[in-house]
C-alpha cells in the first residue's frame, strides 16, 4: 500500500544549526514529492516539489530537498536554521493519472533561540 | 497571505447537525480543494473542483458533499456530524486543474468542533 512516513513526531534545534527532516515513501509508480509547513494558525505553505530530473531540489525559505530513489526518501534540509521556520513540517506524494496525495503526519520543528 | 479566505474561522456544533464551510479561492484560480486535518485521520484530501466540475475525489464520506458556484467559490457541506468530525478543514486553490501537480495555495482554515 501506499504510504508515506515522517519518523520524527518533534525535533528540537538550536538557531543557526542545520536541519534534516526525513521522510520515506512506498509508491508503486513514480513518485511527486512534496514538502509543506504550517505555521501555527495558518494554511499549508509549499516549500518545494520533486517531479523528475536533478534529485537536489531548491525551495522557498533557503530549503533544499534530495530524491534517493535507493532509499525511498525525500529528505528536506536547511543549512542554518532561524526562529521562523519554527512550524510543523508535512511530506506528501502522489503519482501522475492519480487522485490518491498521500501526507505524512508531520514533524514539529522547535527553534531554541 | 495566500489569498484564499475560508468563513467560517471556528465553527461549533452538537451531533447529528449539519453545516456549511465556504471558500474563496485566489483570483483567477478555477479549481478548488478541501482537506481535512484531524489529530486521528492527519491530512486528507477530500476532494478536488474545477470550473464548477467535480475533478477528483479522496477520502470523503458519504455524509459529506461539496460544490463549485459558478462565481467558483466553494461550499463543503458535512451532515449527520459525529464527534469525529472534528477537525480543520482546508481550503486550497490552484490556477489550472492539474491537481497535485500544480502548485496549491491553501487558506486558513476551518476550525470545526461537534459537541
Known amino acids: 500500500a501506499q504510504s508515506v512516513t515522517q519518523p520524527d513526531i518533534h525535533i528540537t534545534v538550536s538557531e543557526g544549526a542545520s536541519l534534516e527532516l526525513r521522510c520515506n515513501y512506498s509508491?508503486?509508480?513514480?513518485?511527486?514529492l512534496f514538502w509543506y509547513v504550517q505555521s501555527p494558525g495558518q494554511g499549508l505553505q509549499l516549500l518545494l516539489k520533486?517531479?523528475?530530473?536533478?534529485?537536489l531540489v531548491q525551495g522557498i525559505k533557503g530549503f533544499e530537498a534530495e530524491f534517493k530513489r535507493s532509499q525511498s526518501s525525500f529528505n528536506l534540509r536547511k543549512p542554518s536554521v532561524h526562529w521562523s521556520d519554527a512550524a510543523e513540517y508535512f511530506c506528501a506524494v502522489t503519482t501522475s493519472g492519480t487522485y490518491k496525495y498521500i501526507f505524512g503526519t508531520g514533524t514539529r520543528l522547535k527553534v531554541l533561540a | 497571505d495566500s489569498g484564499v479566505t475560508q468563513t467560517p474561522k471556528h465553527l461549533i456544533t452538537a451531533t447529528g447537525q449539519r453545516v456549511t464551510l465556504r471558500c474563496s479561492p485566489r483570483s483567477g484560480d478555477l479549481s478548488v480543494y478541501w482537506y481535512q486535518q484531524s489529530l486521528d485521520q492527519g491530512l486528507q484530501f477530500l476532494i478536488q473542483?474545477?470550473?464548477?466540475?467535480?475533478?477528483a475525489k479522496g477520502n470523503i464520506l458519504e455524509r459529506f458533499s461539496a460544490q463549485q458556484f459558478p462565481d467558483l467559490h466553494s461550499e463543503l457541506n458535512l451532515s449527520s456530524l459525529e464527534l469525529g468530525d472534528s477537525a480543520l478543514y482546508f481550503c486550497a486553490s490552484s490556477p489550472g486543474a492539474g491537481g497535485f501537480l500544480e502548485t496549491q495555495y491553501f487558506g486558513p482554515g476551518t476550525r470545526l468542533l461537534v459537541l
Open positions: 520533486y517531479f523528475s530530473g536533478d534529485t
Open positions: 509508491y508503486g509508480a513514480t513518485p511527486y
Open positions: 473542483y474545477y470550473n464548477g466540475e467535480e475533478r
